[in-house]
């Protein structure tokens, strides 16, 4: 399964609500991932199963989706946010999107 | 608490092999599956293989006969090894645990950098 992800760069202001696409070539199943992966870093896991928030993640970030389209949004933007984001499935072998990097306007 | 920690060579020559080593703490090798993932410098992420809990393994076909992956249960150590390497095999390399039967990583080593010399 191939994922797409878009944008591929998103600047947006502090404060905005901001929406990240992921889509796959095949049905996923709800097996969908976010991470986050800040300079330097490895990934961090934000949310599992398509919507459920990982212990410790802020309230700010969630998860929706089915089928095909999968969506990460970020309520309110802040700038420890600044960071790049690829979605992954697990539902048919492993596999991550090419990532969206966002950037604070 | 759960950790996994990455080491290998900062430098492997043109068709030389690569081997790096996972050790982890906080969890049993027995219990949960560890996941290879590498990143060009710049680029996405890209699933290499898997350690499974029981003992097998799991490739992603575009590495084919090159990528090898074991593991010592005593020592809480999975071993990565690859041959042949070009210089697009330079990237950071990442071990990572699945959670429980689910197919995302939840804990990752910190990586570690692999440039690929000629």
């Known amino acids: 399964i191939q994922l797409t992800q878009s944008p591929s760069l998103l600047s947006a202001s502090v404060g905005d609500r901001v929406t990240l696409s992921c889509k796959g070539s095949q049905n996923i199943n709800n097996y969908l991932a976010w991470y986050q992966q800040k300079l330097g870093e490895a990934p961090k896991l934000l949310i599992y199963n398509t919507n459920s928030l990982q212990t410790g993640i802020p309230s700010r970030f969630s998860g929706s989706g089915s089928g095909t389209d999968y969506t990460l949004t970020i309520s309110s933007l802040q700038p420890e946010d600044v960071a790049t984001y690829f979605c992954?499935?697990?539902?048919?072998?492993?596999?991550f999107g090419s990532g969206t990097k966002l950037e604070i306007k | 608490q759960v950790q996994l920690k990455e080491t290998g060579p900062d430098l492997v020559q043109l068709t030389q092999t690569l081997s790096i080593t996972c050790t982890v703490s906080g969890f049993s090798l027995t219990t949960y599956n560890v996941h290879w993932v590498r990143q060009p410098p710049g680029k996405g992420l890209e699933w290499m293989g898997a350690?499974?809990?029981?003992?097998?393994?799991d490739y992603n076909s575009a590495f084919k006969s090159r990528l090898s992956i074991s593991r010592d249960t005593s020592k809480s150590q999975v071993f990565l090894k690859m041959n042949s390497l070009q210089t697009d095999d330079t990237a950071k390399y990442f071990c990572a645990r699945q959670w429980d039967w689910e197919g995302y990583f939840d804990f990752w080593g910190p990586g570690t950098m692999v440039t690929v010399s000629s």
């Open positions: 992954y499935q697990y539902n048919n072998g492993f596999t």
């Open positions: 350690m499974w809990n029981g003992g097998g393994t």
